[in-house]
């Protein structure tokens, strides 16, 4: 884990790589547009830390915490907002509970202009489980989630079962989303092409975004393979959050909130989320912030056969569903179904 914030745009402009600062926040507070700065998990689990250990300043060094809290006071007064919500749903809810208190505690003591997100409101968690997760959630959360929960459910299931060639795995895993879910989602297939990989020895680029990806969305947090159901189940989960966190900054430029134009970004000290949000992003085209998406193409790939074939594949098979997918009504009840169906195989495949 990063010892500094790192800040991601999930949603970019045609020119590149974007960097949040001052500069940016002032120049969006002139044109009326508010700059929103989602916390994910692993911030506040920092500034629970920091709290923990007496609030001082050495501390917020040593979690990393330092240059957020600069950005945030060198910043024009009420011109970017902070939030922790989507975090918070990602927590067993009785943690959510009180990391809420030690974030309120923490932006007393070193930030005390900065509230949440005016709009938002406080959400008291209910639950009392520490093993939280999909089946936890409630029937309007699992659905949201459904999808890319299930995706990467299914991509750790055909890891652990296909020892066939790279683009085999590719292929299964496609056959199953197709299958089983009756979709493909172009994040979690980008997910599943570096996972499967197996590039040349001097590729080492590639090599090392194949290993981060691996870190994030097959192993556990202590960079093992999941040996039991729960792991597995664990890991889909806090997968999930991640994608969800890059598609609700997404939605939020797009359309806005309560009528104010956004700018969304999220601080992290993820560097492999940073790695992923590098590779595969959504370009802002036409005001439209969640509806294209790119994938980086590196020199690299062009050494490796599987990358070619993995394209291909995928691309014929989008041809192919593109009439089906455009004229298909969607039935957020089936994907719901198809979540728990594949938290019965990993019940069953990793007992």
């Known amino acids: 884990m990063e010892k500094r914030t790192l800040f991601i ?3 970019r402009s045609l020119g590149g790589e974007e960097r949040l600062d001052p500069v940016v926040v002032a120049r969006n507070h002139a044109r009326g547009i508010e700059t929103s700065l989602s916390l994910d998990t692993n911030i506040l689990i920092s500034m629970e830390k920091v709290v923990k250990n007496g609030n001082k300043w050495s501390s917020v060094k040593a979690q990393g915490l330092h240059n957020l809290i600069s950005l945030l006071q060198r910043c024009p007064p009420k011109s970017i907002c902070i939030s922790p919500g989507l975090a918070l749903k990602e927590m067993p809810p009785e943690a959510a509970n009180r990391s809420r208190e030690y974030y309120e505690s923490f932006l007393s003591a070193h930030l005390p202009g900065f509230v949440d997100t005016p709009n938002s409101t ?42 066939g060639k790279p683009i085999d795995k590719f292929k ?6 197709e299958s089983k879910v009756d979709i493909l989602s172009a994040a979690e297939i980008e997910i599943a092409k570096y996972c499967f990989a197996e590039p040349p020895a001097d590729c080492r680029e590639v090599i090392d975004i194949r290993r981060r ?16 159901p729960s792991e597995v189940l664990a890991i889909a989960f806090n997968g999930t959050s991640d994608l969800l966190l890059l ?3 997404n939605s939020m430029d797009e359309h806005g909130l309560d009528g104010v134009k956004q700018d969304s970004w999220i601080a992290t000290k993820d ?9 595969f992003h959504h370009v802002n085209i036409d005001g439209e912030a969640g509806k294209y998406a790119v994938g980086s193409v590196i020199f690299e790939h062009s050494k490796d056969g599987y990358w070619q074939q993995a394209e291909m594949d995928f691309g014929i098979r989008s041809m192919r569903r593109a009439h089906y997918h455009q004229s298909r009504e969607i039935d957020m009840d089936v994907f719901v179904a198809a979540a728990h169906a594949v938290i019965e195989e990993v019940r069953l495949q990793f007992e």
């Open 9 to 11: 745009k999930p949603s």
């Open 122 to 163: 406080r959400t008291i968690f209910k639950a009392a489980s520490d093993g939280y997760g999909f089946e936890d959630l409630s029937p309007e959360s699992q659905a949201v989630m459904a999808v890319p929960f299930t995706c990467i459910a299914y991509l750790n299931l055909v890891d652990k079962k296909n020892h």
């Open 172 to 177: 299964a895993y496609l056959d199953c989303l």
């Open 213 to 228: 990806i691996r870190g994030n969305f097959l192993k556990t947090r202590d960079n093992k393979s999941p040996r039991s």
């Open 247 to 249: 598609q609700a900054a």
């Open 271 to 279: 560097e492999k989320l940073v790695d992923f949000s590098n590779i």
